[in-house]
């Protein structure tokens, strides 16, 4: 890879780093461009290098990092003394064959794991293709594998019927964990059972389940309150979008659901139409085969 780091003139009339003292800017930008930075943003720091590079100690070049830390630009870990952009992906990452060879390579000698969910989720946020990009790598315990799924972008209007590709034959590309829960005994089971003190109706959340346990697991107390409230805010499809995101990216667990909408809301969509014009926008308007790079 070229041996350059990309900066942004607008860098400058940042908030965050119009606020930054000259020092601090100094560090930042550092950070940014120093020889051992990285195509993922998730690099080792050397403290006596630092030192060295900066000429400044590290009592006073740690109080700039914590105040970084505090802000969310940064995250470091002391044990393993590496170092990770948070944005860094954000203004760095290219969609070419040879970035996401880099970045994969790059990820599987990172020693925070942590680290490494975060830019999964962050990845996830920004559709790039984590599939390449972290094939055979580790996140949160599962290893993420890259092979061939549908395109979960559909043109804008169309509507998935889970239930009716079931009963025409057609298959899932996804092996559920266990046998199906039918609507009635979503509704039994989930509903009455669980929540028979709460007027909570079948058009609320009982495709939601089925979806949820046709391809994750049989949903537990807690996760099924977690969409009572969320169907409050979102359309049932909507959510429905969510688990089959979390699914194709193999992170089978409320907690990547939660983020994905947390992440889509915080963009302000909160409907399926918003959320559709989103994907379409951020389709590629090549061929997307042109970016399976890895076999």
Not at 252 to 268: D, L, P, R, T, V
């Amino acid at each position: 890879m070229a041996i350059y780091r990309q900066l942004q003139t607008n860098l400058w009339q940042d908030e965050f780093i119009l606020e930054l003292e000259a020092l601090e800017k100094y560090v930042y930008t550092y950070l940014m461009t120093n020889p051992r930075t990285t195509q993922c943003g998730i690099y080792r720091l050397v403290k006596k290098l630092m030192e060295l590079e900066l000429g400044l100690e590290w009592e006073t070049i740690y109080k700039i990092l914590k105040k970084l830390m505090d802000n969310n630009k940064i995250a470091y870990c002391e044990e393993t003394g590496e170092i990770m952009l948070i944005n860094w992906s954000k203004y760095n990452f290219i969609n070419s064959r040879n970035t996401i060879l880099c970045i994969n390579k790059e990820l599987k000698e990172v020693k925070n794991k942590e680290f490494i969910g975060r830019l999964y989720t962050i990845c996830l946020e920004r559709n790039y293709p984590v599939k390449d990009i972290f094939n055979g790598v580790v996140v949160d315990g599962l290893k993420i594998e890259n092979k061939e799924e549908e395109d979960f972008l559909e043109a804008e209007g169309e509507e998935v019927d889970s239930l009716k590709a079931d009963k025409e034959g057609l298959s899932s590309p996804f092996e559920a964990p266990y046998k199906a829960l039918g609507e009635e005994e979503i509704k039994e089971e989930y509903i009455n059972k669980s929540y028979n003190k709460q007027k909570v109706t079948n058009k609320s959340i009982s495709r939601i389940l089925l979806e949820f346990s046709k391809n994750i697991k049989k949903a537990s107390k807690d996760e099924i309150e977690k969409f009572i409230e969320w169907r409050k805010t979102f359309e049932e499809e909507f959510i429905i979008k969510a688990i089959k995101q979390a699914v194709k990216y193999k992170a089978k667990h409320i907690g990547y659901i939660e983020s994905i909408i947390k992440n889509w809301a915080a963009e302000g969509i909160t409907t399926m139409k918003e959320l559709m014009k989103k994907f379409k926008r951020n389709k590629p308007r090549v061929n997307s085969e042109a970016y399976r790079y890895l076999d």
